[in-house]
């Protein structure tokens, strides 16, 4: 069955005082793109977090944010009191500073290497790294879950357009013989009348020849059974693939091809009624398909 590509999960958890929450949104694409929003302590995630969303998400704008905070003292920056006091020294041998104690004690924190972080990058991976991965794990089964849940309710959606499609088809074939008998009963009355004040005769060979030649341009019978194997195969797609999207792109785009065919050679206004029907419903589906993964 089908899923779409819109979908939402998230997952929550604490663990030695800190807190993590990880939201990931699916958006449609035709091809695979991921936003994903870390914090700069375990920015080294990302290009394994990306390989693991192209693996289970496939194609879609994929958007993975995780957000974390961190109760605990470990957070605290350390103060690399060394340094401080180098920068201390340095200001007492200023001539002319009288008093480098009043000297604002914030400045002297953006110095450079006076703020330390708590742990390089290495620590933090390693520290925060499987908890992210599991709850990354988490959101994706979510947002798969609402992804087959709105996959559910878009097939379903298509089957009603498939099914308007096929009952204006039906109604066309039925319509179809009708077309040339009754192109030769206007044929030969307009030829009679033209002919009727001459006093003269249409050949019955000519005739039928001329409705011979309509018949054979005006013939639709390959293309309605064309246009029937193909929502056939669309739906065979939509119940058989969760990656049918492209496929069935390409599907309704040889529907449209179809219906334009059959448009144009029928010449009759009934059977165009029809097919105004059929493309509108080929337009909707070729607008939903674009939802699907």
């Given at each position: 069955m089908?899923?779409?590509?819109?979908?939402?999960?998230d997952?929550?958890a604490?663990?030695?005082?800190?807190?993590?929450?990880?939201?990931?949104?699916?958006?449609?694409?035709?091809?695979?793109?991921s936003?994903?929003?870390?914090?700069?302590?375990?920015?080294?995630?990302?290009?394994?977090?990306?390989?693991t969303?192209?693996?289970?998400?496939g194609?879609?704008?994929i958007?993975?944010?995780?957000?974390?905070?961190?109760?605990?003292?470990?957070?605290?920056?350390?103060?690399?009191?060394?340094?401080?006091?180098?920068?201390?020294?340095?200001?007492n041998d200023?001539?002319?500073l009288?008093?480098?104690?009043?000297?604002?004690?914030?400045?002297?924190l953006?110095?450079?290497?006076?703020?330390?972080?708590p742990?390089?990058?290495?620590?933090?991976?390693a520290?925060?790294?499987?908890?992210?991965r599991?709850?990354a794990?988490?959101?994706?089964?979510?947002?798969?879950?609402?992804?087959?849940r709105?996959?559910e309710?878009?097939?379903?959606d298509?089957?009603?357009?498939v099914?308007?499609?096929?009952?204006?088809?039906?109604e066309?074939?039925?319509?179809a013989?009708?077309v040339?008998?009754?192109?030769?009963?206007?044929?030969?009355?307009?030829?009679?009348q033209?002919?009727?004040?001459a006093?003269?005769?249409?050949n019955?060979?000519?005739?039928?020849?001329?409705?011979?030649?309509?018949?054979?341009r005006?013939?639709i019978?390959e293309?309605?059974?064309?246009?029937n194997?193909?929502?056939?195969?669309?739906?065979?797609?939509?119940r058989?693939?969760?990656h049918?999207?492209r496929?069935?792109?390409?599907?309704?785009?040889?529907?449209?091809?179809e219906?334009?065919?059959?448009g144009?050679?029928?010449?009759?206004?009934?059977?165009a009624t029809?097919?105004?029907?059929?493309?509108?419903?080929i337009d909707?589906?070729?607008?939903q398909?674009?939802?699907?993964?």
């Open positions: 089908i899923i779409s590509m819109t979908g939402f999960g997952a929550y604490e663990q030695d005082g800190t807190h993590y929450a990880v939201e990931i949104r699916a958006l449609n694409n035709r091809y695979f793109k936003v994903i929003k870390l914090p700069e302590t375990v920015s080294g995630l990302e290009p394994e977090l990306e390989t969303l192209r693996e289970k998400l194609r879609g704008t958007t993975f944010i995780l957000k974390m905070r961190i109760d605990s003292a470990d957070a605290a920056y350390h103060i690399n009191k060394a340094a401080l006091q180098a920068y201390l020294e340095q200001l200023i001539p002319g009288s008093d480098p104690a009043r000297v604002d004690l914030g400045s002297l953006q110095l450079p290497g006076v703020c330390q972080e742990r390089d990058d290495s620590d933090e991976l520290v925060h790294g499987p908890m992210v599991d709850l794990a988490k959101a994706i089964v979510k947002l798969l879950g609402m992804r087959q709105e996959g309710g878009l097939f379903a298509l089957m009603r357009h099914a308007l499609i096929a009952d204006n088809l039906k066309i074939q039925k319509r013989p009708f040339i008998d009754e192109y030769h009963k206007k044929l030969a009355n307009r030829v009679s033209l002919l009727s004040k006093e003269l005769q249409v019955q060979v000519d005739l039928l020849k001329e409705v011979a030649v309509f018949a054979e005006a013939d019978s293309e309605i059974q064309r246009l194997s193909h929502l056939q195969a669309f739906e065979n797609a939509c058989k693939d969760e049918a999207g496929k069935l792109d390409f599907i309704t785009q040889e529907m449209l091809r219906a334009n065919t059959i144009s050679k029928a010449n009759d206004a009934t059977i029809h097919i105004v029907e059929i493309k509108g419903a909707r589906l070729k607008e398909v674009q939802n699907v993964e």
